[in-house]
């Protein structure tokens, strides 16, 4: 089986390739993997998925988190402002000039819903970012005149075939898709979403944000809103869970 054939995150195949395996055999032949926690659990579960066991090392690359970003959404942005300008300037630019009142209007007319308070105040200071901007889980946040076509391109993809997906946090509802999940990124590979959650289910909170990830059929909750989504994003930018350079 190769990795192709894995259905891998791009982060987790770029760092196979870069150990010079192509094939899972010689994926488990490694005595040593090193990585960020995130292609650790990706490849835990999918050995898991497929009955093999890996007698080498996990190694985290998972650095620490010196700083938080807290309070109101404006002050959390700006401690991850002046963070990204301190270190990593080029990847603050990847993030688009404010969005107009009347953008956001629009985006929740079409929607038919109006969208939750802490993430209209973050999209008047960016309206999301360039394609491959960095971002949670390798995605980038859309521009808010792109929501709605968003929206309708993620629904098409599931057809009501497959069955009730088993691996749902709690607060999540445990169904293969939810006209209620607004896509608000997605990642390079385009079949992995950060939705706005405005259908959560009773243990959850609306506005929560959400990933799933068609191929897998899973649903991961990032955070009880998007403010706290923004912190996420801060934590895993120090950590290392982001790769980051100046050339990105």
Known sequence: MTIDQLELSVRTSSLLQELGVSTLGEILALQKIQATPMSIAELTEVFSELEVRFEGEFVSTAGSADNNATGPLEERWETIKSWLLEHHPRVYEEFLPPATEAQIEEAEKSLGCRLPEDYRRFLRLHNGQVSGGAMVMTCSL????KLHEAH???SSVFDGDNPPPTN???GIRAVEHSEGWI?????ARGRD???LDMDPAEEGTVG???LTAVDFNDHRLLAPNFADFLSHFFEELQTGEILLNEEE
């Open 208 to 210: 929560q944000v959400i």
């Open 183 to 187: 896509p608000i990124g997605n990642s």
């Open 152 to 154: 309708k391109r993620y």
């Open 142 to 145: 859309f521009p808010v005149e």
């Open 168 to 170: 749902v946090d709690l």
């Open 193 to 195: 979403y950060l939705c």
